[in-house]
């Protein structure tokens, strides 16, 4: 319980947190590779490799059932898929520490989740450097980590929309 309790306050908004983003450009990133591939089994029982998306950009969201501010979180991911309804864009739901496929199924159900969710391995949130929850990843077409978003900050919506944006060429 006491880790929970932590990591809730690890993942709590911070009152000095940056301005929100409003104008991205390509150049503003720096891509670094991503530790190993993040696999699993997703809600319909088949094998998933983040490779298989190359392509497309990728919000990686490691999350918990358990975890308040996941949960608060699952609108804004939606209406963040909704956002980019093409397929060069995706929500990756990657659920860790948080069950059999069964319950994770169950959860996405009753929250309404748009988006794929995957179950995935424990230990690749810790290769990933994962340490509060939701933690997010921007991966670029090539596969690359281009930004890392910790929690749920304010504004996050709006950064990852105008990241998105940029990554995919676009204007609002």
């Given at each position: 319980?006491?880790?929970?309790?932590v990591?809730?306050?690890?993942?709590?908004?911070?009152?000095?947190?940056?301005?929100?983003?409003?104008t991205?450009?390509?150049?503003?990133?720096?891509?670094?590779?991503?530790?190993?591939?993040?696999?699993?089994?997703?809600?319909?029982?088949?094998?998933?490799?983040?490779?298989?998306?190359?392509?497309?950009?990728?919000?990686?969201?490691?999350?918990?059932?358990?975890?308040?501010?996941?949960?608060?979180?699952?609108?804004?991911?939606n209406?963040?898929?909704?956002?980019?309804?093409?397929?060069?864009?995706?929500?990756?739901?990657?659920?860790?520490?948080?069950?059999?496929?069964?319950?994770?199924?169950?959860?996405?159900?009753?929250?309404?989740?748009?988006?794929?969710?995957?179950?995935?391995?424990?230990?690749?949130?810790?290769?990933?450097?994962?340490?509060?929850?939701?933690?997010?990843?921007?991966?670029?077409?090539?596969?690359?980590?281009?930004?890392?978003?910790?929690?749920?900050?304010?504004?996050?919506?709006?950064?990852v929309?105008?990241?998105?944006?940029?990554?995919?060429?676009?204007?609002?």
């Open positions: 319980m006491a880790l929970v309790a990591v809730y306050g690890m993942t709590r908004p911070s009152p000095t947190a940056p301005p929100n983003m409003t991205v450009t390509r150049a503003a990133f720096v891509p670094e590779p991503l530790p190993a591939d993040y696999t699993g089994v997703d809600l319909e029982g088949r094998a998933f490799a983040g490779s298989q998306l190359l392509g497309k950009v990728v919000l990686l969201d490691f999350w918990a059932v358990w975890c308040a501010p996941c949960i608060d979180a699952v609108p804004k991911l209406r963040l898929r909704a956002e980019f309804p093409d397929e060069a864009f995706e929500v990756i739901g990657y659920a860790v520490f948080s069950g059999p496929g069964e319950d994770v199924e169950a959860f996405a159900t009753d929250h309404g989740i748009n988006y794929r969710v995957v179950v995935g391995d424990n230990d690749l949130a810790l290769d990933y450097g994962v340490i509060g929850y939701p933690t997010y990843f921007l991966i670029d077409q090539q596969g690359q980590r281009v930004r890392k978003y910790v929690g749920a900050l304010p504004g996050l919506e709006d950064r929309i105008a990241d998105v944006r940029a990554l995919l060429g676009s204007s609002p």
